[in-house]
Every structure is written in C-alpha cells, then in structure tokens.
C-alpha cells in the first residue's frame, strides 16, 4: 500500500480500521482496543510500522502524496532555493510577491486545506511553507519589485543622510516621491500604493521620518538660521 502510495491515513495516523474493513480482519484487531493476546502481534507490527514512517519522514497526513511528509517537502523547497522562479507568487493586493498558498497547493500536489486552514494534522506544512516564505522575502529574493530595491534604496538613503541632504516635504517629512523617482518611480504613479505592496519599503520610509524629524530637517533653505533667532517681546525677530 505505501508503494502505491494509497495507505491509508487518518489524522496523522495509519487507519486501522478502514485497513481492517478492506483486508478483511477481525474488527479492532490492528489496535487490538480489547487488548486480547492473540492480537498482540499484529498491534505491535502495526504500531512499529508507523514508528518507522514517523521516524523516517517526519509526519504521514500526506505520505501518498509527492511531497507530503516534512522529510520530502524540505527537499522541494531546498530545490525551489535554487529555482525561485518556480515559485508561485500573489501578483496582487496585500500580499503580493509573497507565495500564493493556493496556487502553491495546486502546483506542487498538495490539499488546499494543509496550507489555508488550520487542520492539526497538517500544521507543519504551514508553518514550514511560510518560514520559507518569510527566509526568500527577508532575503529580498521574493516580493514586489519595490520591496526587492529597499536595500539600494536604503543605501541611497544612508548616503543623502550623511551629506544632510534627505529630501523633505512641507510636512516635515522624507520626500517619497523624490526618492522613489530616483529608482524609476513616473511622476504620474502612487508612492502609496507602492508601499502598501511593500511593508519593507514603507518601515523604511518611516525610520527616515523620524530621523529627519528628530536631527531637524527642513526644505527650506532658510530653517537654517532659526537656532540663531528669537523672538522679542513685541514679536520682532532679532538675530541671536
């Protein structure tokens, strides 16, 4: 049954009952629930059986299936290290560039419910899928094309930050738009909706929106003189 790759499975576990129905064996012998001694021996080769499994694969709920153990998926998604193109990515809305769970359950074999519901007996899967995703998006190797460039622009940033040239708005904040032109953004496209598809992108910005609120930026050239003015009592300004 394994190399036909129908055992059958239920909850993460060999199904003893549907093998005893379709094999013809005494009821609740495999498990022998009645404890009796003449079906110690089966219990014990079945149990032993599924030791194995676990041991060897990790987690059954998905043994008939390609990649359906943690042992075989981690061998996909090592070989997906070396081929991300392969991955399927969300081309849109608030998750776009990071894998589409459906479209990867789908391409690779695998039940929708393992990767978009919270099944017990597949829990693992999830978890393991999504740490790969959050390892290729922290490494900048998926996500949207503006979350791939924070690093350039982070350097770029670092650089106009040393040179006390951050570009700034008249709300005191960084210059989106002057940075973003910078790296190809048309004047005619949303720096919002850019950041809104790249969560990186936007925490950057707002780190440079407060290190330019905190060191005093401003646009206007002539804020540099204000730390050398006051103000009189009859509110004439008089140089410091």
């Avoid at 009821?27 to 499994?53: A, C, G, M, P």
């Avoid at 040239?165 to 973003?180: D, I």
């Amino acid at each position: 049954m394994l190399e036909k790759r129908a055992l059958p499975i239920h909850k993460g576990k060999i199904a003893r009952k549907i093998i005893e129905k379709e094999f013809g064996f005494q009821h609740n012998s495999l498990s022998n629930y009645n404890k009796l001694k003449k079906y110690e021996w089966v219990k014990d080769t079945i149990d032993s059986f599924e030791s194995e499994l676990l041991e060897n694969e990790g987690e059954i709920a998905g043994i008939n299936l390609e990649f359906g153990t943690p042992k075989r998926l981690n061998q996909l998604l090592d070989s997906l290290r070396q081929s991300p193109r392969k991955i399927p990515l969300n081309p849109q809305g608030d998750k776009a560039g990071r894998i589409s769970l459906r479209a990867f359950a789908k391409k690779f074999n695998l039940p929708e419910s393992a990767l978009l519901r919270s099944t017990e007996s597949w829990l693992w899967m999830r978890k393991m899928v999504k740490e790969f995703d959050d390892e290729l998006y922290d490494k900048g190797i998926i996500g949207t094309r503006w979350g791939k460039e924070v690093p350039a622009i982070r350097q770029y940033l670092e650089s106009l930050k040393h040179q006390r040239k951050l570009p700034v708005n008249e709300l005191g904040k960084l210059n989106r738009m002057a940075v973003m032109s910078h790296f190809g953004l048309p004047k005619n496209q949303s720096t919002s909706i850019a950041e809104q598809r790249a969560p990186k992108l936007k925490k950057l910005f707002n780190e440079y929106d407060c290190i330019i609120q905190s060191e005093n930026y401003s646009q206007y050239s002539g804020d540099v003189y204000l730390g050398k003015m006051r103000i009189s009592p009859r509110c004439e300004i008089i140089a410091a």
